[in-house]
């Protein structure tokens, strides 16, 4: 079955820098295109970025936009957000999400917490 597990969150000071991973696993990874999506408490999920399955196409919503790179290795089954110049806003759970066969599937995500 389909599986997104990530990991690489943590506490981290404003102006730090986090790399976020997604491991994939029980469909073909270099199919799909693949998105980050956070939530902050109280908010909705919103999506942060996605790259198309061969990682030639990002795109970045506002929020992250020129901080923000979104890369994966197909060959690792792996996706990856490195975060940069983190603002306290940025704080949030960081999802995966991959969409087959019309069933979108989330990981269970890795907080990130930006705080001083």
């Known amino acids: 079955q389909v599986q997104l597990v990530e990991s690489g969150g943590g506490l981290v000071q404003p102006g730090g820098s986090l790399r976020l991973s997604c491991a994939g696993s029980?469909?073909?990874?270099?199919?799909?295109?693949m998105s980050w999506y956070r939530q902050a408490p109280g908010k909705e999920r919103e999506l942060v970025a996605s790259?198309?399955?061969?990682?030639?196409?990002?795109t970045y919503e506002a929020s992250g936009k020129g901080r923000f790179n979104i890369s994966r290795d197909n060959a690792k089954n792996t996706m990856y957000l490195q975060m940069n110049s983190l603002k306290p806003e940025d704080t949030a759970v960081y999802y995966c999400k991959v969409v087959k066969s019309g069933v979108a599937y989330w990981g269970q995500g890795t907080q990130v917490t930006v705080s001083s």
């Open positions: 790259i198309s399955s061969r990682g030639g196409t990002t």
């Open positions: 029980g469909f073909t990874f270099s199919n799909y295109i």
